[in-house]
């Protein structure tokens, strides 16, 4: 399982797509949190990173299918598929393989995004003036977002065996989680309105965002993802 994890992540990092899929989206987020008006931290006056926490999750739609997109469906495509499911690999070991692989991938486009952090402790009036709890909490919501968006594009992967058909349908899901689920919400009502509300990805990050982290949100990212997992595993399970 090992071996097959460093494959997938050399995969990503010898392949010029994968630093051009990352600098774009270092680059979204540096226009969106420092430049853009309405936008950039620099216009409200104090020390605070809400764009970024806005609209990374948004982001996250495009670039976690863009990641995932061929780990399954390339292999389809290229024939290669079917070595790795004759290898002494079980079908749960190659999904857990591949989803911490995207969870590497996951880890190292957030990980610039911290100088956003320094550089607005030392802009504050007084330094170091910043709601550091609040920030991390919404870190680490952050990357649960994308740890769940990485488990859907990888279950999207597992549907075809063409990439372009995955990241669409994992654009989809992924939005349907973070925003779709709420809107319908809107039209509901009753215990209804709260289920559906329940069920959105943006509400639990919301919460997070705040500075709370509970049990509730936890447990309902953890079992999003393995849910997604053992999906994809169901899928992988079915080509024999």
Same mark, same amino acid.
């Given at each position: 399982?090992?071996?097959?994890?460093?494959?997938?992540?050399?995969?990503?990092?010898?392949?010029?797509?994968?630093?051009?899929?990352?600098?774009?989206?270092?680059?979204?987020?540096?226009?969106?949190?420092?430049?853009?008006?309405?936008?950039?931290?620099?216009?409200?006056?104090?020390?605070?990173?809400?764009?970024?926490?806005?609209?990374?999750?948004?982001?996250?739609?495009?670039?976690?299918?863009?990641?995932?997109?061929?780990?399954?469906?390339?292999?389809?495509?290229?024939?290669?598929?079917?070595?790795?499911?004759?290898?002494?690999?079980?079908?749960? #070991? @190659?999904?857990?393989?591949?989803?911490?692989? %995207?969870?590497?991938?996951?880890?190292?486009?957030? @990980?610039?995004?911290?100088?956003?952090?320094?550089?607005?402790? #030392?802009?504050?009036?007084?330094?170091?003036?910043?709601?550091? %709890?609040?920030?991390?909490?919404?870190?680490?919501?952050?990357?649960?977002?994308?740890?769940?968006?990485?488990?859907?594009?990888?279950?999207?992967?597992?549907?075809?065996?063409? #990439?372009?058909?995955?990241?669409?349908?994992?654009?989809?899901?992924?939005?349907?989680?973070?925003?779709?689920?709420?809107?319908?919400?809107?039209?509901?009502?009753?215990?209804?309105?709260?289920?559906?509300t329940g069920l959105g990805t943006d509400f639990h990050y919301e919460q997070m965002g705040r500075g709370v982290i509970v049990s509730e949100n936890i447990y309902y990212f953890l079992g999003m993802i393995l849910s997604f997992l053992v999906?994809?595993?169901?899928?992988?399970?079915?080509?024999?």
């Amino acid at each position: 399982m090992y071996s097959l994890f460093i494959k997938e992540v050399n995969a990503f990092f010898s392949n010029l797509s994968a630093y051009l899929i990352t600098s774009i989206f270092l680059i979204s987020l540096g226009l969106i949190v420092w430049v853009f008006p309405g936008t950039s931290v620099l216009d409200y006056g104090y020390a605070d990173l809400d764009p970024l926490f806005s609209y990374t999750p948004f982001v996250f739609i495009f670039l976690l299918p863009a990641i995932t997109m061929r780990m399954v469906a390339e292999e389809r495509k290229t024939g290669t598929w079917e070595l790795l499911k004759t290898s002494p690999l079980k079908n749960y #070991q @190659i999904v857990v393989a591949k989803y911490l692989a %995207a969870l590497v991938l996951l880890f190292f486009s957030l @990980i610039p995004t911290l100088v956003y952090y320094f550089s607005i402790v #030392q802009l504050g009036d007084t330094i170091g003036n910043i709601d550091s %709890a609040g920030f991390f909490g919404a870190y680490i919501g952050l990357f649960l977002v994308g740890a769940l968006f990485a488990a859907v594009g990888l279950f999207s992967s597992c549907i075809t065996s063409n #990439q372009i058909v995955s990241f669409v349908v994992a654009v989809f899901l992924s939005f349907l989680l973070y925003g779709g689920i709420s809107a319908l919400a809107v039209l509901a009502s009753g215990d209804l309105a709260v289920l559906l509300t329940g069920l959105g990805t943006d509400f639990h990050y919301e919460q997070m965002g705040r500075g709370v982290i509970v049990s509730e949100n936890i447990y309902y990212f953890l079992g999003m993802i393995l849910s997604f997992l053992v999906c994809s595993w169901i899928l992988i399970n079915r080509d024999e």
